[in-house]
């Protein structure tokens, strides 16, 4: 069997940044869940105000919209820091710029869907997306040059 030492370049510390920012992002999404659930008086177990309630409470409203911010960045949330670690390995400063640019995209998007209003989610949407397209790219990259050694 082969093997294959890494040495972690020196800026590898901005990525290990980038990946702190973004699990305190979620952190972040977890407590504005947890206050528009009071707020719309919604007991646990329930994930989300049925679309009658949304319909008729507003608060209800504004919690499924919070908790679908918050849900949404879960489902995106290890592709992002697996790929951006493993991005990293080999451009640390682009894996590290577009994890930060994913970070404050994702807590753009949240702030506009908070706000009840969906459609407002979309430009910090395509910012997180663009950061995510950078971060595919510097994977890929990654493991093209390791597969090369």
Excluded at 22 to 50: C, E, H, I, K, T
């Amino acid at each position: 069997m082969s093997t294959l030492t890494l040495t972690l370049p020196r800026n590898y510390i901005y990525v290990l940044a980038a990946a702190v920012a973004g699990g305190l992002q979620v952190g972040w999404l977890q407590l504005a869940v947890g206050r528009a659930r009071a707020r719309a008086r919604l007991p646990y177990p329930y994930l989300y105000a049925d679309k009658i309630e949304a319909e008729a409470d507003p608060k209800k409203h504004v919690f499924n919209c919070t908790q679908r911010a918050h849900q949404n960045t879960l489902e995106m949330f290890p592709m992002f820091n697996l790929l951006m670690l493993i991005g990293g390995l080999k451009h640390p400063e682009l894996s590290a710029k577009a994890g930060a640019l994913f970070v404050i995209g994702r807590i753009w998007h949240a702030l506009g869907y908070r706000t009840g209003q969906p459609q407002k989610r979309v430009p910090g949407s395509v910012l997180s997306f663009t950061a995510l397209a950078m971060i595919i790219y510097t994977s890929t990259s990654t493991v093209r040059q390791l597969l090369k050694q």
